[in-house]
């Protein structure tokens, strides 16, 4: 009996999807980043901050397993954004954001952020045709992540350490998680933040005027 | 063709494992416990107070991804600790339950702990045998995770609200989080800890006397 790899086909026929969002992206001229993070690190305040403070043309697609509140946090900020209600999935797949960007004028767009489902460990796998991964982490959750959820984080090309602003609070060694992120992926860019105090975001904005 | 519902079979093999495991912590009198919440909201750390100032004979089974950390914070108090690492797992299934209960001398215990992988979507759907699935909120993460991921919070017999000496830095309204944990499960149990201050643990350690 032939033995059939059904994890290995799921993965391939994601895999020829996202290469096709992502000829699509490049012909279009959008940068495209699939935010990946814990539920509660601070994702949509990222994503918040940077459409009110950075000049471009954006959009988004919020992923979330029930609800489109966070869809809704970004429509505030007069950015166009699109929910994708997984339903109880653990992540989203290039299948959702090709029928997603499908409503989405690409062609006017500098930027389109993807907020993955709050999920440090599935959505690491699934390629939805970005052109970077940016893993979120956050200062309360404690600074073992990296070495804990590797998978994510050879992958990520943006690390945020957010709320930074609770680092007086929370023991957290921030040069830990810094050694211990570049250690896997020697290239990655690491930006210390705070979303809601509005702080370190300046490196992370001069990242996206250089890539535009 | 016949089509075969492979999650549905998987689901139900996980089902007929985790009774198994149900009536063998039956037998023995151990009241065993599944904790599930996002990376860093404090499983261990309330796994580690409640193991340092509740009386009883404990062992816990301590998931994860990758590493053994916080099997070695378990150990440190003293007690059995039994490390799965699930080399990229999202979940902790009744399998590997039963063959590590097979390790530990179950009729010496009154409790057992099982810290699933830090993750709030997944670990939801399957049945480990426990007697009670324990929810894991923390503070820092926001206050709308219960109508968020709901396949979780309508399975839980008890949440946790963590890391509450935080409130006065974050933004959290734990009554509407309280609200919404009652509205998907009734008879809920909700205790507010702030587990590295030691505080809010006596009623849970009242429920846990009267259920052993």
């Known amino acids: 009996m ?14 020829a999807v996202a290469a096709r969002n992502r000829d ?13 993070g814990s539920p509660g690190c601070g994702k949509t305040s990222i994503l ?9 043309n954006f959009a988004a697609i919020i992923g979330d397993v029930q609800t489109a509140f966070d869809a809704e946090r970004i429509r505030d900020c007069g950015v166009e954004a699109h929910a994708i209600e997984t339903g109880g999935g653990c992540h989203l797949n290039a299948a959702q954001i090709a029928s997603t960007v499908a409503n989405i004028a690409l062609d006017r767009l500098d930027f389109l952020f993807i907020e993955n489902v709050g999920n440090l460990v599935c ?15 956050s200062v309360p959750e404690g600074d073992e992540k990296v070495r804990k959820y590797p998978a994510l984080f050879v992958r990520a090309d943006v ?3 957010n709320k930074m ?3 007086d609070r929370c023991p957290y060694d921030a040069e830990r998680v810094k050694e211990d992120a570049l250690k896997v992926r020697p290239h990655v860019r690491i930006f210390e933040t705070s979303a809601t ?16």
């Not at 699509?24 to 990946?36: T, W």
């Open 165 to 167: 602003d609770l680092l």
């Open 2 to 15: 032939a033995k059939i790899d059904l994890r290995a086909s799921a993965q391939q026929s994601n895999d």
């Open 159 to 161: 690390v945020f350490i």
């Open 123 to 137: 959505p690491s796998a699934f390629d939805l045709g970005e052109n970077i991964k940016v893993a979120v982490l």
């Open 48 to 56: 918040e901050y940077t459409a009110r403070h950075l000049d471009g």
């Open 24 to 36: 699509l992206f490049g012909r279009n001229g959008v940068y495209v980043m699939n935010f990946i």
């Open 197 to 212: 105090g509005g702080t370190g975001f300046e490196p992370w904005f001069e990242f996206l005027r250089s890539v535009r």
